[in-house]
């Protein structure tokens, strides 16, 4: 007999990403990367030797190393009145899990959460695991995918237990402002809505350091990681970070899906908060400043379309809305071995759109425009 999965998975699709990375040919460039291509920084590589050579590498506390606890909670109160504790840190096996054992720990089957449109495909297939009924927000294609006011309160409801947000976005890269930020606490205040603050992209900011919903909400669950600020997107290395009495229960979960990240990556990840991992994570800012202005100009110069891009992270987001559906061009663009995802793959709001990624060589982004250059005439004739 055929296996049965269970309900809450049996929905669940392959992401797009992958779909259109399984059917590349070889040689492609891939556009689709959804993580910065540059080596881990020395400083975290060499910590990692060392403790593998040095040190016993036993489990850790579930909620994980008591010094890296320290650090996160220290990095995540820069401008908060309150400063955070070691308490409110559960360091995971990347953003994802964290993202995952929130919502497993915050929603009950009928509960509605609240999120952006377009936004990370993560969010809304782990809230319905959790059994919750999605209400998206849009942040509208029409407004360049900047924050919506009106769009984000009417999706709040009486059953609303989560709202979520992420800043630098994926797919769009757009910056949520502070009064905006303030907006949303204020619209919240005074209920029992908790938000993730998804803030994986935070450090990759090209002018200002985008705000934290944290300044202005105490029910923000802020989840972010390595991943992409240290270019550590293999070592697992995330965590969120709340209110104790929050990160007591995201615990309780972390500690059945994995009983703790990584060892190796937590002591060598100590090495992110010095000044010198620091200045690596600017190095690679400025890197994809460059990039994107790179990625930018080549759009204007071959291919001459609209396109938004924001104010951090590694995406731009291309309207090829008159050459028909983003998937189909997308598929089109693998025959010019290049490798896009379709906006559709992050909700209806990204329709008409491909998600750019110009986390990669200056000299490949050139190249790959220059494909889809010729990949989009070749449909019109
Ligand atoms: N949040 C966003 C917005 C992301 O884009 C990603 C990864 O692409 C994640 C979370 C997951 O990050 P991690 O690799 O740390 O699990």
């Not at 992401?15 to 990375?21: C, D, E, F, I, V």
């Not at 942040?139 to 992420?166: E, W, Y």
């Given at each position: ?49 060392r403790v593998i050579r040095e040190e016993r590498l ?209 002591k ?114």
């Open positions: 007999m055929a296996f049965v999965p269970s309900d809450r998975i049996k929905n669940v699709q392959k992401s797009a990403t992958r779909r259109l990375y399984d059917a590349a040919p070889q040689g492609s460039i891939n556009l689709g990367l959804g993580e910065p291509d540059f080596l881990t920084p020395e400083i975290v590589r060499g910590e990692a030797e036993g489990y850790t506390p579930n909620a994980g190393l008591p010094a890296l606890r320290e650090k996160i909670a220290a990095y995540h109160s820069e401008g908060l009145k309150e400063a955070f504790g070691a308490a409110s840190v559960c360091v995971t096996n990347g953003a994802e899990e964290a993202l995952f054992a929130v919502m497993m720990a915050l929603l009950n089957p009928g509960d509605e959460a609240a999120l952006p449109d377009p936004g990370f495909s993560a969010y809304a297939t782990i809230a319905e695991i959790a059994g919750a009924k999605v209400a998206p927000f849009a942040m509208p294609a029409a407004q360049g995918f900047q924050f919506d006011r009106a769009s984000f309160a009417n999706a709040i409801t009486d059953k609303t237990r989560l709202a979520l947000i992420v800043s630098p976005s994926n797919p769009t890269s757009r910056v949520i402002a502070r009064d905006d930020l303030q907006f949303i606490a204020e619209r919240l205040r005074g209920s029992e809505v908790y938000v993730i603050a998804d803030e994986i992209y935070r450090e990759l900011y090209f002018d200002e350091r985008p705000a934290s919903l944290s300044e202005f909400y105490d029910k923000t669950i802020i989840v972010s990681g390595l991943s992409k600020m240290m270019s550590m997107t293999g070592w697992r290395l995330g965590w969120a970070v709340a209110n104790p009495e929050v990160i007591q229960y995201v615990t309780v979960m972390h500690q059945y899906i994995s009983s703790c990240a990584s060892a190796i990556s937590q060598a990840g100590l090495a992110a908060f010095t000044e010198e991992g620091r200045a690596a994570t600017k190095a690679m800012r400025d890197e994809l400043r460059h990039r994107r202005d790179v990625m930018a100009q080549a759009i204007e110069r071959e291919l001459g379309l609209p396109y938004v891009s924001g104010e951090g992270g590694f995406y731009i987001m291309l309207d090829v809305s008159q050459f028909g559906a983003a998937e189909e061009v997308a598929m089109r663009l693998l025959e010019e071995r290049v490798i896009t995802v379709p906006g559709d793959a992050f909700g209806a709001q990204g329709s008409g759109y491909l998600r750019l990624s110009f986390s990669i060589e200056p000299a490949l982004i050139e190249e790959a425009i220059g494909r889809i250059a010729r990949g989009l005439s070749k449909g019109q004739s």
